[in-house]
Each structure stands twice: as C-alpha cells, then as structure tokens.
C-alpha cells in the first residue's frame, strides 16, 4: 500500500490572535525562552534512564565548538534509525501540530500506537521515539505516530495534552485513508509524554458531533495506555500529599513555569492557578471506563527528601503506585513495573520492556486487530 498525506487539512482554523506571539521584543523573548532554559531542563529530563522506554538523548552538538544547538525551538530533533512512510503531517493550526508515521506491513488495517515525546514539555521532539518501540511496534503489524506538541513557555497547560488530543483524532479520521482500525488505538509516552498519553485516556471524549472541523468529530478514546515514567498528577498539592512534604524549590518553580505563574509563586495558596492544575492533571478525569494503563519507572521505591537526585524526585514511582491504588479501586487493570522487573543489561532491558507493553496493546485491541 502506498501511503499519500491528506490532500487538505478540512476545517482548519488560524490561531486566536490571543494564542500567537507577538513580534515585538516580548514576543522574541517568548520564541527564545525554550533555548535559554534548554541546559536546565536537559539536565532534568534527558537523563540515563536504565531499561526507560526512552533512551538518553541529546541536542544537536555544533561539528566545531560542540556546544549543544537546537532548532525548533527547543525541539532538538534527533536522526530517525528508520525513516517514516510520511513525515511532517500537518495536523492542527499551530506550527507544532506535526506528526510522523510509519504504517506496519499488512493485508489488513492495523492498530496504531501514537508516542508523545519527553521533555518537561520545555523541550522534546517527536524524532525521540525510542527505536526499540518503534521496531517492536512494527514487527508486530502495528503502525506508528509520533507527534510534537506546543510547549508550556508557548501556551500554559494543559495545551500541551490539547494538541496529544488532536493529534489521536486527526489520525482517526485519516483511519480509512491509511488502513487503521480505529477502534484500536492506543498511546505512550516518556515523563510528559506519558502524562500526556494518561490525559488523553482517562479524559471523557472530547468528539464534539458538531462541530464544523472534522477533526474535532473524531473520538479520543484509546484502547490501552502506556507510562514510562509518567506523572499521573500534576497537581502541586497532590504531590506534596504523595510525597509528605514541601516540593523542593527547583520542582516548584518548574512546576510554576508550566502553568504560566511566576517562579517564586507559592502554589499551595495560588488559588485563581487550582483550576489549571485540576485541568492538566491525568488523575482528575480518572473514572469508571479508563482504559487500562502499563506503566514502567527507571527508580525503585526508595526515601524521598531534598536530597534524592531530581530525575528520581520527578519521575518518582510513587507516581505510579498512588496511579495503580486508585485504578485498582476502580476495577480496571494497571500494571506498575519497576527497574528491578527487568534483570539484565541496560541494553537488555528494553527489548524487554517494550515487547511486555506491545504484548499488553495487543491484549487489549479488538480481535479483529490482531
């Protein structure tokens, strides 16, 4: 099968004059901001994360200095190992709203997954799909996309987890045209991307029947959810209950940056920001008719204090254990795996991961789809 783009993007609209950047010197210094908080924030999410689902990645270096460079701002696209059937999709109005794919050889419609990429939704791109998903994807007659979504520096959150949603129905409606079945969707992602995946799972479905943008009719629903390294709250004052104290101060103000507030702002007293944190908190949609979740994190359960290194801090498994009790209330499967699941080499470790999450997907597609 030959795989053509969409001739038209039907119902597109331009950003809301509010939604753009402006092009006086704010506006400049909103475009730049990614570039100039990339050390800090590479620091945080690109990190060794040992059988992870998503390997260590790193900007572009420059060939003569070797100091890291990015494009996109911020985007840091990296080489793909294979190269996508369709590249640079466009599916929304804003410049971040593109997605690449790979269609799994088949004679039938094929299930697809879609990977949402980490990066504290500051940096990231969707060329950081981890080759073991991809391969093991595709070896099992499962398609592939991978999208890029708006930072937070670009528009608060949840857009971030707004543009995932549209991302899910663009490719829905698309379904025919690249022999998907629709009713075998699913998602996954690494730390943001994870949460993102979360998000759109546990959210009612956002298919609005009319509405005059096509895609806005499709549904968001998914079969099943992958986390690695998710953060299923977003919420400081449910993290600081799981954690049973104060947020570090560096955890704080990233946390601030994301919903727009100011860097010093005490979020446990910044009421008029709660609604924020409700609306891009995967766990506040969480209800009977979930879909089931497969979840891994890089760290053990071990004592949390200022002290825990901050990759573990932020992509602490307490996540996933205060995930896994409220789904286990709720009766539907949630499986939390830890490093210490998978014995082996670091190079080992995720082959193994992945071919358990693709063997989870496929347990939960439609017969049909297998």
């Not at 727009?260 to 910044?270: N, S």
Request: proline share 10%; aromatic share 10%.
């Amino acid at each position: 099968m030959t795989l053509t783009p969409p001739r038209a993007i039907d119902g597109m609209t331009s950003p809301a004059p509010s939604a753009q950047v402006g092009t006086g010197w704010l506006g400049k210094f909103r475009r730049m901001l990614p570039v100039l908080v990339l050390p800090c924030f590479v620091a945080l999410t690109l990190y060794a994360q040992e059988g992870a689902q998503i390997p260590l990645a790193t900007p572009t270096q420059d060939a003569k200095t070797g100091v890291a460079k990015t494009t996109q701002g911020g985007r840091a696209p990296r080489p793909y190992t294979r190269k996508p059937d369709l590249e640079n999709i466009v599916y929304g109005p804003y410049k971040e709203n593109v997605l690449d794919l790979w269609k799994a050889k088949s004679d039938h419609s094929t299930p697809l997954v879609t990977f949402f990429h980490p990066g504290g939704y500051m940096v990231g791109d969707k060329s950081w799909i981890p080759p073991p998903l991809l391969e093991t994807c595709l070896r099992n007659g499962i398609s592939v996309a991978t999208a890029n979504y708006r930072f937070a520096s670009e528009a608060p959150l949840p857009a971030s987890m707004l543009d995932g949603a549209r991302a899910i129905q663009f490719l829905r409606l698309h379904a025919n045209e690249w022999d998907f079945n629709p009713n075998a969707f699913a998602a996954t992602g690494s730390s943001a991307g994870a949460a993102m995946s979360l998000w759109i799972g546990f959210h009612e479905d956002m298919a609005d029947p009319k509405s005059d943008d096509p895609v806005q009719r499709q549904s968001t629903r998914l079969c099943a959810v992958g986390s690695s390294n998710g953060q299923p709250t977003l919420d400081p004052r449910a993290i600081v209950k799981m954690i049973g104290q104060d947020l570090p101060k560096s955890d704080a103000e990233q946390l601030a940056r994301l919903y727009g507030l100011p860097k010093d702002a005490d979020l446990l007293k910044a009421e008029q920001a709660y609604p924020l944190f409700e609306a891009a908190s995967p766990m506040t949609y969480l209800k009977p008719g979930a879909p089931p979740v497969h979840m891994y994190y890089a760290f053990a359960m071990g004592p949390f204090s200022d002290a825990t290194p901050k990759d573990e801090r932020v992509h602490n498994i307490r996540f996933g254990v205060l995930l896994k009790e409220q789904m286990d209330k709720l009766g539907i499967e949630c499986i939390l795996h830890s490093v210490e699941d998978y014995p082996g080499s670091s190079s080992e470790r995720p082959a193994k991961y992945n071919q358990d999450l693709i063997d989870f997907f496929l347990r939960h597609f439609p017969h049909d789809a297998k």
